[in-house]
């Protein structure tokens, strides 16, 4: 059965679909596991990472994008889920020169559009907005589960904000990846999502539940080294757990999610930001493991 | 290689540096924001042996990182300005101790203008004409529990 793996905070641009990718490299590459990556994010941005923009419009003309998935399943009495991935994506090989087992389903530019038609649909067997709202995300749910069976990692990398989707994916996650950057409003955006992820009301209530006890774990993204962000990171590490890696603010960084069509090992396509990337998978497949355990 | 050694890179070897350049009261808060920036953009990793030791072999750059190093360690100018504002976080102080613990650490500061460039570099408004030490000592505290109250605010 897969371990789900939600990459989510509510604040656009803290580097949810890179570390996405990340994580599904370093899964599949160093963990030898099976990865599926679900695209929730209508930017499409870690499909474009995985498979280039040819690959990424050739899915769209295969209708084989999350909306597509979405939309033609939702009934649950059509479409097999494995019709809608595409295979062999990502532009690494492992250390015998082989493509690792990463499968994609592709974001969609419509995705936004294909919830609210979702809804719409629901809306016809209930009046409650509450009630048709649950519904739907109780559907998308089921859906995205429906792909435990062929994949030892599934990795959601949720859209910014509060989509039907997104809400689906921290519901179904054993753990909840939050990046942030260290600064004033990415403090605040941790705090809100994290309330979401444990279904709390209020700071009191999350500060109830034990730091070791919480269903996430917040990763520093773009991190220069100075003296405040260390304080930013010291003041959320208060009240919230934290990888122990980070990443720092890396050209290497920058030029990896630059899609090439020649494959290349992963210390090649991270270069000096290898460690950092191997720091925060280590960490974080042993987090997952543990979720799993308890 | 030798059990008392670590390599590093990314993210912890410019934590190293920049705890390393902390770590020297030479070193002024501005020059060690600045020479962090400096060897992380010009040396990819290396091996380190704790605690803090220059090895005798090194390369080039991590010469030339330390040549900098010492060279603003030495000068006196910088010598008599070493301050980091943001040594410790008032918040965290304030959280993890409360009122006292705020005021013990701030109290361990010297220089009023010190306590100033503190309120500056971490967000927390200090009245100008303030000069009594014991006021701003107190200014320092309640601006820290309104940033706390911002937080708990905007996650409500």
Redesign the interface.
Known sequence: MAEFLAVANRKGGVGKSTISVMLTHAFAVWGGKRVLLLDLDSQCNASLILQGGEGWVSARKAHKTIADYFLDTFDESAGAPRDYLVHNVGDVRDSNGRKPVISLLPGSLMLEDAQGELYIKEARQAKDPDIVGSRVRGRLERMIRRFEGNYDVVILDCAPGLSFAALAALKTADLVLVPFRPD?VS??AV??VA?LIEGRR??ADLAELPLDARRYACVANS??????E??IF??IA?DHPMLN????Q?AAIADAFDYRDDPRSIEEKYG??T??VR?MYEEVASRLTLRLAA | MAKNTR?L????Q??F??DML?SDAGVA?DA??RL??LC?AEI??IRVRLPLVVRKAVKPAVAAAIAAVKAVADAPAVATGAF????F?L??TF??GGKDALIAKLDEVGEIDKLREIAK???VSLDAGLTDRAEILAALVEGTERRIAH??A???
């Open positions: 004033y403090q605040l705090d809100r309330l209020t700071g991190m220069r080294g100075t003296g405040r260390q304080n010291d003041e208060l890696a980070h990443l720092p890396s000096d930001a460690p950092d720091a | 390599p890179s990314g993210a912890a410019r934590k540096f920049r902390r808060a060690v924001d962090t920036e992380s990819a990793s980091d504002p943001h040594g976080s918040i965290v959280r993890k570099a971490q967000h937080r708990q905007a996650a409500s």
